[in-house]
Structure formats: structure tokens, C-alpha cells
């Protein structure tokens, strides 16, 4: 019962670098969504996806891109990371736009 | 600017007291509203959601929602030291139900 996997766990990136962060579901969710979460802050929104090939931006979409391929899988990439994304990163998937999201355990980031 | 207003706290209650937190959203429209765990350095996770007027009682956990005065509230009755974390409030937004729109958060502490 794996609900939605996100890998890696931990990163810590050097300015400039890129990278992909990994989320999937198991569930058949068609709803998929990316947020970061700053140190005693809420969530924000990066990107969303309501199916397969099909993309949107959140609140805070700069310096990212995601693509979905799949039902199951939702990548977040990172180009050229800079300090300010430094973050924890959560991946959440629901049935639909109204109704729960489930969350993965988040990928923690670091920008050096 | 659709906005879900929480008292950040810290919100301090002896243990076996109600705690209560509440919420506040600015779109009339919305229609579905849910309450989010999140112990530190973890993920948020589901509590409870609600969908009509009036209350939601799930074990200690009470959710109600009075859409006229726009607020949803969260009470936990007999609270545990394990209750101590944030809690997220979500709504979502009648012209986006993409998405959800999210508290900051309630730190809540309950001293044994």
C-alpha cells in the first residue's frame, strides 16, 4: 500500500546544478500536484496536473518544470538551482480537484 | 486574492481539554473544506474532511463548518501529547476546484 512515492529523500545541490525530483502514485489518481514548503511556512503551489499531458502552473512556478507522462508519475525538475529553492518539497495526488490530497513523505533540498 | 486565514498559535492546552482551531476563507463558493496533521519535519496528513453545514464527528475529532460566516473549525476532544503539531486548513476555490488553498498553519501544544 505505497500511496505516492517521492525520491530522493534528501538532496544537496551546488548553485547551478539541475536536478529531477521523482514522485509517484499508486493509487489511479488522475489529480497530481507539487508544493514547497519553507521553513514555518504553509505550502505553496509549483505545478499541478489534472491527467496525463496535462500541465499547469501553481503560485510559484519559476525555475521549475514538470512534465506527466503517465497517470502514475509526476517529475519535477529543477534548472539551474539556486538558493531560494532550497526547501522541502511535497508531492500530493487526489481523485479529484475537490476532494482529499495524499501526500508522499517530501523530498528535503538544500542549495549550497 | 482567495485567502484561508489561521491563527498561527503556538495554541497551548492542557492535556485531556478540547482543543479547538479555527479557520477562516474568503470564497464564498467553496465547497469542500479539510483539517491536515503535520508533525514536524513530516508530511501533512488527512484528519478530516467536510463538505456540508454543520458537524463531522470522526473518534476525538469534531469538524464544523458554518458556510454563512465563512469559518470551519476543528475541535479534538481528550487531547494527547500526540496531538501536538500543525494544523492545516484547505479549501477549495470555487472558481479553481484544481486546486486547494491553504492555511499557514496552527502550531498546537498539549501540555501534560
Known amino acids: 500500500n505505497a500511496g505516492v512515492t517521492q525520491t530522493p529523500k534528501f538532496r544537496i545541490l551546488k548553485i547551478g546544478q539541475s536536478m529531477t525530483l521523482q514522485c509517484t502514485q499508486d493509487?489511479?489518481?488522475?489529480?497530481m500536484y507539487w508544493y514547497r514548503q519553507d521553513p514555518g511556512m504553509g505550502l505553496k503551489l509549483i505545478y499541478y496536473?489534472?491527467?496525463?499531458?496535462?500541465?499547469d502552473k501553481g503560485e510559484v512556478p519559476n525555475g521549475y518544470n514538470v512534465s506527466r507522462s503517465t497517470t502514475e508519475d509526476f517529475p519535477l525538475r529543477l534548472e539551474l538551482a539556486a538558493p531560494s529553492q532550497t526547501s522541502v518539497y511535497f508531492c500530493?495526488?487526489?481523485?479529484?480537484?475537490?476532494?482529499?490530497?495524499?501526500f508522499g513523505d517530501g523530498t528535503r533540498l538544500s542549495i549550497l | 486574492q482567495k485567502e484561508v486565514e489561521q491563527n498561527s498559535g503556538p495554541l497551548s492546552v492542557p492535556e485531556g481539554a478540547i482543543a479547538s482551531l479555527n479557520c477562516t476563507y474568503s470564497?464564498?463558493?467553496?465547497?469542500?473544506f479539510f483539517w491536515y496533521r503535520q508533525y514536524s519535519g513530516k508530511s501533512p496528513e488527512l484528519i478530516m474532511f467536510?463538505?456540508s453545514n454543520g458537524d463531522k464527528e470522526d473518534g476525538r475529532f469534531t469538524a464544523q463548518l458554518n458556510k454563512a460566516s465563512q469559518y470551519v473549525s476543528l475541535l479534538i476532544r481528550d487531547s494527547q501529547p500526540s496531538d501536538s503539531a500543525t494544523y492545516l486548513c484547505?479549501?477549495?476555490?470555487?472558481?479553481?476546484?484544481?486546486?486547494?488553498?491553504w492555511g499557514a498553519g496552527t502550531k498546537l501544544i498539549i501540555k501534560p
Open positions: 500530493a495526488s487526489s481523485q479529484g480537484g475537490g476532494q482529499p490530497q495524499h
Open positions: 493509487m489511479n489518481h488522475n489529480y
Open positions: 496536473s489534472v491527467g496525463a499531458g496535462i500541465t
Open positions: 470564497d464564498r463558493g467553496s465547497q469542500s
Open positions: 467536510i463538505y
Open positions: 484547505a479549501v477549495n476555490g470555487e472558481d479553481s476546484n484544481y486546486q486547494l488553498i
